[in-house]
C-alpha cells in the first residue's frame, strides 16, 4: 500500500493516525486549453479515485475516516445526508468493504433521474436508510437513531454531512500534498487558485490546510452549493484550524501551515435555488465542459463551480497565475 504523502509530511503520525489507502494516487493533473479561458487552466481529476463502489472526493475522506471507526471499535457509521447523497453511497461501500455497518439518515431536496438513480444505489448498498425528510426532524431523531446503533458497549462513530469532520477533512489535506508534489516535479505550474465546490466544507477546510503543509501560495476559490450549513470563510478556516489540532495533538510539527485569512475566498452566487437545485449557469458550464474539454460534470456540485469558474475568469477575478479545476466527481 503506497503511504500517504501526509505520512511523508510529518514522520510523527505514522503510529498515530492510521491510513487506509482506496484508490490509486496521484490522481492526475492535466492542461484544459479548451475551455478558453484567459487564466491557464488546468485540472486535477479525482474522479476515477476509488478501487471500486463510488469515486470522487468522499473516498479521501474514508481513507481516515474508517480505519479510525476500528481504532475506536465501532460497528456502525452514523452519517447524513441528502436524498442524493455522494457522500453516503460511498461510506456504505467502502465501509462495507470493512465490515462496518452503515445508517444513514437522509433530508428531502430536489428529486431528478439523477438523485433516483443515486437512492436506488442507496437501497442496494446494504445500509440501514432513515427518512427524516427535515433537518429539524433529522435533529430531533437522533439520540434514537444513537442508541440504536451501539456495538455492545461501543457507540456508532457518528459523521457530520459530507464526512466533514476535523479527520475527514484529511482527505482533501492529501489532495493538496500530491498537488505540491505534482508542481514540484514541474507536472504543472504553481496555481493562483484552486478551484472546489463547496457541499460540506471539508474539502476547501483541507485543501487550504494541505496547501500550506505542500508550501504552496496556492489559494483556494471555494463555490458554496449547498444552503443548509453554514458554509462561509471563518466557518470553513474554523475547520482548517480543527485538522491543524487534530494534527499537532497526534503529535505532528504544522507550524507555519494554519491557513490565514487569504487562504480560502468563498463564493455564493452560483448557488441558484438551492442545494440541487440545477442553475441555467450551470448547465451551460456543463456542456461546454463535456463539448470542449472532455470534463464529466454534474448538476450539483461541479457544474454550479465551473460556471463560477469560467464566469470570475471572463470578467479578470481570477488574475495572478494559473487556475486548477478540482474534478470531485467519481461516478461508477
Ligand atoms: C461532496 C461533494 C463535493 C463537496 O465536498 P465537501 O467536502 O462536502 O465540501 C464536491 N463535489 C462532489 C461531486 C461531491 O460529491
Given amino acids: 500500500m503506497r503511504p500517504p504523502l501526509l505520512h511523508r509530511r510529518c514522520p510523527e503520525l505514522v503510529g498515530s493516525l492510521p491510513f487506509l489507502r482506496l484508490g490509486a494516487a496521484p490522481t492526475p493533473v492535466r492542461a484544459l486549453p479548451g475551455a478558453g479561458t484567459r487564466a491557464e487552466l488546468w485540472v486535477k481529476d479525482e474522479s476515477g479515485y476509488g478501487d471500486g463502489g ?10 481516515w475516516l474508517l480505519p479510525e471507526a476500528r481504532r475506536r471499535g465501532a460497528g456502525t457509521l452514523l452519517t447524513v445526508g441528502g436524498l442524493g447523497t455522494n457522500w453516503g453511497l460511498a461510506a456504505a461501500w467502502y465501509a462495507r468493504e470493512q465490515g462496518l455497518e452503515v445508517a444513514l439518515g437522509l433530508i428531502d431536496h430536489p428529486v431528478d433521474e439523477h438523485v433516483r438513480d443515486q437512492l436506488e444505489r442507496l437501497r442496494a448498498s446494504g445500509a440501514s436508510l432513515y427518512f427524516p425528510r427535515t433537518k429539524a426532524r433529522l435533529i430531533l431523531a437522533a439520540p434514537w437513531r444513537f442508541v440504536r ?36 516535479a514541474g507536472e504543472l505550474p504553481e496555481p493562483a487558485w484552486l478551484v472546489t465546490p ?9 485543501l487550504a490546510l494541505g496547501l500550506r503543509l505542500a508550501g504552496l501560495r496556492t489559494r483556494v ?18 475547520l482548517a484550524r480543527r ?5 499537532r495533538a497526534r503529535g505532528a510539527d504544522v507550524t507555519g ?18 442545494y440541487a437545485h440545477p442553475t441555467a449557469a450551470g448547465d451551460q458550464a456543463l456542456a461546454l465542459a463535456s463539448a470542449r474539454t472532455g470534463l464529466t460534470l454534474e448538476r450539483t456540485y461541479t ?7 469560467l464566469e470570475l475568469d471572463a470578467r479578470g477575478g481570477l488574475a495572478g497565475g494559473p487556475v486548477v ?5 467519481g461516478p461508477r
Fill in 149 to 184: 446503533h451501539f456495538h455492545g458497549a461501543t457507540p456508532p462513530y457518528y459523521l457530520p454531512a459530507g464526512g466533514s469532520s476535523p479527520l475527514g477533512a484529511l482527505g482533501a489535506v492529501e489532495i493538496a500534498l500530491e498537488l505540491g508534489a505534482q508542481v514540484e
Fill in 198 to 206: 463547496v457541499g460540506s466544507g471539508g474539502t476547501t477546510a483541507g
Fill in 325 to 329: 479545476f478540482l474534478q470531485t466527481h
Fill in 257 to 274: 501551515a494554519v491557513p490565514g485569512p487569504d487562504a480560502v475566498r468563498v463564493e455564493t452566487a452560483w448557488l441558484g435555488d438551492g
Fill in 221 to 238: 476559490l471555494g463555490v458554496v452549493v449547498n444552503d443548509t450549513l453554514r458554509l462561509d470563510s471563518r466557518a470553513l478556516l474554523a
Fill in 243 to 247: 485538522s491543524a489540532a487534530l494534527l
Fill in 303 to 309: 457544474a454550479k463551480a465551473f460556471a463560477a469558474l
Fill in 54 to 63: 463510488w469515486g470522487g472526493n468522499k473516498v479521501r475522506k474514508l481513507e
